[in-house]
């Protein structure tokens, strides 16, 4: 069993090193959404697209692509409250 567990391990890990290119890539070429961007986004990171979809599975690319999404908005969100005086919680 602990033989699974470091090759699930390492599978994952794996999935988050190809998900790390993949997203450096496309914030180099300022794509956000490699989903609604994808013909673009295939265009410019095609090897690491490949990658990061053959190395993770279906589900955690569309998860990993949205969340990326969710977060910036978020980002954005913070940043304008915080223009506006807004002052964090602690």
């Not at 609604?36 to 410019?44: E, G, N, R, V």
Request: aromatic share 8%; proline share 0%; charged share 30%.
């Amino acid at each position: 069993m602990a033989g699974n567990g470091a090759l699930r391990r390492s599978a994952r890990e794996k999935c988050w090193e190809a998900r790390d290119a993949y997203f450096g890539c496309l914030d180099r070429h300022s794509i956000l959404d490699g989903l609604k961007d994808d013909t673009k986004a295939a265009q410019a990171c095609s090897a690491e697209k490949t990658a990061f979809e053959t190395d993770c599975v279906k589900s955690w690319v569309n998860y990993f692509l949205k969340f990326r999404v969710q977060q910036h908005q978020q980002q954005e969100a913070i940043k304008k409250l915080e223009a506006q005086g807004a002052k964090k919680l602690n």
